[in-house]
């Protein structure tokens, strides 16, 4: 199998095809805001369940804009579930939505889905580890490696691309012999049903494994215990169920020629 090319030197679209170059650090303001939850409402992006209010305690939660980053076209555009009280904000990692925000000839401003700006191949292997912004005292053992596709693909990009870490991986190890493309040492295992999305939210305690431990390289008593005691579908022994709540996080994306 071959890969080729690093996702941090995909082309944007080409140059030209917005008339206007934005300053995004002047667009983070309330019609931005406003913009990007009208596009999310039109888009089916604000889930039920998501926004909740509360007007006798002066508490709404409700997706509000984060951050914007350059792009040669226009912004990237981060939206997150935000706790507001009065005119206290805060916006903790449960989910996030990213977009772009490009402007017409007449500076009209517009938003639009993230793969115009940034075009999402359909195969792309992914290095899956800590958030290195935080955990930076020492390196990992090993790491996971999947495959993503569709949706995983893109919210993969999002996440790697905006500099917005969040814990999206999941998936099923299943033992017996690693990935053609996993440089792992030693592994005997690989990982199918590989998902990774912007809204996995909380997961369940059984589910939270490490690469490392599969590997056996953290314990005296080696992996056994660790496949042993994870969720097995099926109730089958050599597959585990993943959803780490720390390893989970995109450290880098290559594309697939598979």
Partial sequence: MRYILAISVLLLAPLGAYSVQLDCAKKFNDPTNLLARSYMKNNGLI??????SYPELGVDIRWS??????TPEGCFLIMAV???????KECPPNMYEVMGLVSDRNGADRIVP???LYPVPR?????????????????EPSFYYA????????????????????????????RGSKAAFDPSLNRDWQITQAHYSLRRGPTAEVLD??????????DSSGAEGYWKGCEQPGQTYGSCEVAPWNQAFIRDLIISSR
């Avoid at 935000?82 to 206290?88: A, D, I, S, Y």
């Avoid at 993969?156 to 814990?167: H, I, N, Q, R």
């Avoid at 494994?209 to 953290?218: E, I, S, Y």
């Fill in 47 to 52: 889930h039920e369940g998501d926004e909740q």
């Fill in 65 to 70: 804009l984060l951050k914007l980053t350059q």
């Fill in 82 to 88: 935000c706790t507001v009280v009065g005119e206290n």
């Fill in 114 to 116: 993230f793969e115009q």
């Fill in 123 to 139: 195969l792309l292997i992914a290095k899956i580890g800590f958030n290195s912004s935080i955990h930076t005292e020492s390196p």
């Fill in 147 to 174: 495959l993503l596709s569709g949706n995983d693909a893109v919210d993969a990009s999002k996440s790697l691309v905006t500099g917005t870490p969040y814990a999206g991986f999941s998936g099923v190890a299943v």
């Fill in 209 to 218: 494994v490490q690469a490392f431990q599969l590997d056996g390289l953290v």
